[in-house]
């Protein structure tokens, strides 16, 4: 029952993943979505190194991994970037009170 | 309860209880460090799986890049009086029902699966491996995220960049 198997991995990214849901839909500042983001995409990186590892499927998933965390630091780079820019033009960060595209 | 099962759920534990904290806590500088903690903990299960590599890219990308980020996220878009910096928070009991069925739906699903379970033995290092497949089946991919890592940097730059007056 204890044994650690792939199944205690798939449970810890399972309750990562609705975590990181939670913390995207209930919270106001704009930055504490993109945690909730960050949240998830580790979640689907845990899932692809389980089943690399214990479905025999080589390395490929780890590097798919790789990617997702490449493509983690861009979606970070640029939604920061965005963020900021809606703080300067709405001085609030909050998701939702900012409904307009400009002011 | 062998060594590598305690060590598993100490890493488990400290991932899911950091990322509780995260979700949960009003103080958004309190989130971002627990966040801190909830990389380290998906840095430990990683080394767990085997894919060391994975682990020391987690570390230095997640925790030493996106994790500044945010940070300076969080310090540019807040009038900082003190560490007090706080989020509201909307819709929270319709959001945790909702959630808790997603949950539930989600494990059912993954233990009633009959997954194809074939372990191999964990290899020594998986840099060389990760490496080699990297500059064959997966050069195409790679030179693509080389292009949007660029073009993500351009972008950035460009739109948060301040305005001449």
Known sequence: ?103 | MEFYDIIFYLFALITIGSAFVVVTSRNIVYAAFSLLFTFFGVAGIYVLLGADFLAIVQIMVYVGGILILLLFGVMLTNKITSVEIRTGTVHLLPAAIGIGILFGAIISVMLWTNWNISPEPIPPSTTANIGRELITNYVLIFELLGMLLLIALIGAASIARRDKE
Do not use: P
């Not at chain 1, 609705?18 to 689907?44: C, P």
């Not at chain 1, 692809?48 to 983690?72: D, E, H, M, P, R």
């Not at chain 1, 979606?75 to 900012?98: C, G, Q, R």
């Open chain 1, 1 to 103: 029952m204890f044994q650690v198997g792939l199944t205690q991995f798939l449970i810890v990214s399972t309750i990562l993943f609705s975590l990181g849901i939670y913390g995207i839909v209930t919270r106001k500042n704009a930055v504490m979505v993109l945690m909730g983001i960050e949240l998830i995409l580790n979640a689907a990186n845990i899932n692809f190194v389980a089943f690399s590892t214990f479905g025999n499927y080589g390395i490929s998933g780890q590097i798919i991994a790789l990617f997702v965390v490449i493509l983690a630091a861009a979606e970070a780079a640029i939604a920061l970037a965005i963020v900021l820019n809606i703080y300067k033009t709405f001085t609030n960060v909050n998701v939702d009170e900012i409904d307009s595209l400009k002011e």
